[in-house]
């Protein structure tokens, strides 16, 4: 039954229900006339349905304006940002006010979150073109170089390699970021000190060229994804390393794992820097994804991503679990 027929049944009832006692009330204590007054109950039963229908009507009216306004929306092609309400054709009553200023505000947000999204695959795109661009560049470079050096090649070559690593990185997080909104993470057992080891073995070549000295301690236990949660504590050693003068330390605790450097320490809050592609007052390249990324991971485990003070002098990013879920 539709909310129009449902209160004009209401309205209707409530006209039609005293009336129908009184009526019978009155039958039976004078007698009769029985004819007269089965006729009377007729008539206004017909009033009372008439009168249910016709204030429905016009109670709903409101509402279905609101309904023809939401649809032509719905129709109508163009960004999200530029989608209004038409203006009501009489001043809807005080209840509906609110739902069409609501609506007004659901419209507003999902322009914002459109701009949003639009701003960040633009960001996406250019950083990823840039490491791509640098590396076709320098491949032509090798290619119409003749006499190269050994040292002059190897480091034309190390160029490269940082350039497609880049890439590569930025690929990786875009990748995390869609596996976390295409479905929630599948949690199991995870022994985060070998995590961490491996990890570490990943970096080790890369440590040693920069003369770091990458080290972990502690042992323990969480529940997680594993890649999602290895793509976070690699974007947190890539920041170490980028930053520290010579170390570079995982800790590890039951549900957390920490990472610390010797560096000069983060330069804004990590509010700031965990916003992608805008760290200070101008986009800054994909490092900005990465903290964005172990933020967004942190956050899908039910844990959070935080920054304190370092025992070693430097910045200090620690990767959360929450107390259920650690073991």
Known sequence: MSLRARLALVIALLAFLPNLVLALLLGFLGGGPWPSLLLWLAL?????ALVGYLLAESL??????LTRALAYLSLREGPVSALRLPSPKEPPPREVAELRRRFAELLERIGEL???????????????????LSALRLLDYLER???????????????LKEELSRGYRLTENLLALARLEARPPQRETLN???LAEDLL???????ERRGLRLEVEGAGLARGERLLLERALANLLENALRHAKSRVRVRVEEGALQV???????PLPLEALARPFRQGEGPRGSSGLGLYTAKRVAEAQGGRLTSGPSLLGGASLRLELPPGASL
């Open 44 to 48: 206004l039963a017909s009033v009372s």
């Open 60 to 65: 709903l009216r409101p509402l279905e304006e």
């Open 114 to 132: 459109q701009e949003a999204r639009e701003a960040f695959y633009a960001a996406l795109a250019h950083d990823l073109k840039t490491p791509l």
């Open 145 to 159: 170089a003749d006499d190269l050096g050994k040292e002059r090649r190897i480091a034309l070559l190390r160029a």
């Open 192 to 194: 985060l000190r070998a």
């Open 201 to 207: 073995l990943r970096y080790r070549e890369e440590a």
């Open 260 to 266: 610390e450097d010797d560096g000069p320490g983060l």
